[in-house]
Structures are given as structure tokens and as C-alpha cells.
């Protein structure tokens, strides 16, 4: 995709790298709501590269993610997601 660095690593590779670099800076004490933080980190760019590749079409989204298109919207919502429009 242009305009995002070249990385030949397998996709689980780079996110345990990355992972792993984010933890790092958190210094000594964890957070308690670790799990959470990481979860939203991944799941934003997931949901946008989703919609992007369905020109926004959210229940092609949801049938894509494997989750209930009101799910999607509600997770839409709380990640503050914009929607790219349907092409027509």
C-alpha cells in the first residue's frame, strides 16, 4: 500500500514486535487495563483497513470481521472510526 513502510515479516511477527516495544515503554508498573489498551490498538486499524477495502459498506464489514453489524457500529462509534463512503 503506498505511502506505509515495506515489511516482509509475517503479520503475527510485526505485531509481537510491536507489542513487545509498547510494553517496553510503559516502564515498570503494568497498567491493569493492559489487555484492553492493546485490543483497541489493533482493532482500530482492523476495522478502518475493513471498511476502507468495502468502500464502507459496514455489513460487508461485519460479515468480513465475523461480528453482528451492530457490533461493528457500536465499536465504530466508541473507536471514533470514520466512515469512508460507498462508492456508487
Do not use: F
Not at 22 to 48: C, K, N
Not at 54 to 59: D, E, F, I, K, R
Amino acid at each position: 500500500d503506498p505511502g506505509e513502510p515495506a515489511d516482509d515479516r509475517p503479520l503475527d511477527e510485526s505485531i509481537g514486535i510491536k507489542v513487545r516495544q509498547y510494553i517496553r515503554s510503559l516502564g515498570e508498573t503494568l497498567p491493569r487495563d493492559l489487555h484492553t489498551r492493546v485490543i483497541a490498538l489493533v482493532e482500530r486499524p482492523l476495522i478502518e483497513a475493513v471498511l476502507e477495502r468495502t468502500a464502507g459498506n459496514q455489513l460487508r464489514a461485519a460479515e468480513a470481521l465475523g461480528i453482528n453489524r451492530n457490533t461493528l457500529r457500536k465499536r465504530i462509534t466508541d473507536l471514533g472510526i470514520d466512515i469512508p463512503k460507498e462508492r456508487g
